[in-house]
């Protein structure tokens, strides 16, 4: 059922496509060349040519159609996140073409249309998101794989260890290099507010192209530049697994926060996922996972003093 109702609800997601392959047919005969385009309150301010936007339109609404389609075929993707994306910006797309058509045809000429009533029309497409979003099945909280490796030799009461792995990616360092080089541009040019805010921008992102994972009796600590920004203590954990982690299931790459819950994705691969007391899931991705996946379990469960 579970699958049933994740694929009718992929489907859906090609109704924006055919609404607007219907509407592009029956105004065949009377599309105006130009139609409004950009509203400035109800009041047109841009203006396209109808053709153009026509396919422009088609191309992404078939876009979303795609992933969504692909979303349903493929078991492991979160669809709670991908499928009310896929039917928000096809319905969106979809409509603000009609919409704009219509607005034109109604007034005559696409510099006297308004916009009136005809803004709900892509409004509606926020409720069918949240609509989709909430008939899904939701993804259990609870890792279903993964190993939950402990220690061959537990550690023994005040006995220290810790372990310190890391995450790299690549192309958090590749934007970090392009909002760099910005930034010194931007400056030379005298444009010292927006060399300010690449400057920002460059260190978020080179935050994440090296991300480091400590574990120790205190928890599990993420830092970037040498500086901590995320723990989970370890008394709020019960148990962590080692999981292949794929960006598509947990809502991308970043700091992610998901109906299955939060993690931090560098890139796709090993990571660690925490089964936490009272709390969500947290994953993170990191270099040799099984070792630090290891040392907190048995952490977490010590062995008992004799």
């Given at each position: 059922?579970?699958?049933?109702?994740t694929?009718?609800?992929?489907a859906?997601?090609?109704?924006?496509?055919?609404a607007?392959?219907i509407?592009r047919?029956?105004?065949s005969?009377?599309?105006?060349?130009?139609?409004?385009?950009?509203?400035?309150?109800?009041e047109?301010?841009?203006?396209s040519?109808?053709?153009?936007?026509?396919w422009?339109?088609?191309?992404?609404?078939?876009a979303?159609?795609?992933?969504a389609?692909?979303?349903?075929?493929?078991?492991r993707t979160d669809?709670a996140?991908?499928?009310?994306?896929?039917?928000l910006?096809?319905?969106?797309?979809?409509?603000?073409w009609?919409?704009?058509?219509?607005?034109?045809?109604?007034?005559?000429?696409?510099?006297?249309?308004?916009?009136?009533?005809w803004?709900?029309?892509?409004?509606?497409?926020?409720?069918w998101?949240?609509?989709?979003?909430?008939?899904?099945?939701?993804?259990p909280?609870s890792?279903e794989?993964?190993?939950?490796p402990?220690?061959?030799?537990?550690?023994?009461?005040?006995?220290r260890?810790s372990?310190t792995?890391?995450?790299r990616?690549?192309?958090?360092?590749v934007?970090?290099l392009?909002?760099?080089?910005a930034?010194?541009?931007?400056?030379?040019?005298g444009?010292?507010?927006?060399?300010v805010?690449?400057?920002?921008?460059?260190?978020v992102?080179?935050?994440?192209a090296?991300?480091?994972?400590?574990?120790?009796r205190?928890?599990?600590t993420?830092?970037?530049?040498?500086?901590r920004?995320?723990k989970i203590?370890l008394?709020?954990i019960d148990?962590a697994?080692?999981?292949?982690i794929?960006?598509?299931?947990?809502?991308?790459?970043?700091?992610?926060?998901?109906?299955?819950?939060?993690?931090?994705?560098?890139?796709?691969?090993?990571?660690?996922?925490?089964?936490r007391?009272?709390?969500r899931?947290?994953?993170v991705?990191?270099?040799g996972?099984a070792?630090?996946?290891a040392?907190l379990?048995?952490l977490?469960?010590?062995?008992?003093?004799s």
């Open positions: 059922m579970t699958t049933s109702r694929r009718l609800l992929a859906t997601s090609a109704v924006p496509l055919l607007l392959v509407a047919l029956a105004w005969g009377q599309l105006p060349p130009v139609v409004a385009s950009h509203w400035s309150g109800t047109p301010d841009r203006f040519d109808t053709t153009t936007y026509f422009i339109a088609l191309a992404v609404c078939a979303a159609a795609v992933i389609g692909v979303v349903a075929a493929r078991v669809a996140l991908w499928l009310p994306a896929t039917v910006v096809g319905w969106t797309v979809a409509t603000a009609i919409v704009s058509v219509a607005a034109t045809i109604e007034a005559g000429s696409p510099e006297a249309a308004t916009l009136g009533w803004i709900v029309v892509p409004l509606l497409g926020i409720v998101a949240i609509a989709t979003f909430a008939l899904l099945p939701r993804t909280h890792p794989n993964g190993a939950a402990t220690l061959p030799v537990p550690l023994t009461p005040g006995e260890a372990w792995g890391y995450a990616g690549r192309w958090a360092g934007l970090a392009a909002m760099t080089l930034a010194v541009v931007s400056a030379l040019v444009a010292l507010w927006l060399a805010l690449f400057v920002v921008l460059a260190v992102g080179g935050g994440f090296s991300v480091t994972v400590q574990i120790d205190t928890g599990l993420l830092s970037s530049w040498n500086i920004w995320r203590p008394d709020s148990e697994r080692v999981t292949e794929r960006p598509t299931e947990w809502g991308g790459w970043g700091y992610r926060f998901t109906p299955r819950g939060t993690a931090v994705v560098i890139r796709a691969g090993e990571g660690i996922v925490l089964n007391t009272g709390g899931p947290f994953a991705t990191v270099d996972a070792q630090g996946a040392l379990n048995t977490v469960t010590p062995r008992p003093a």
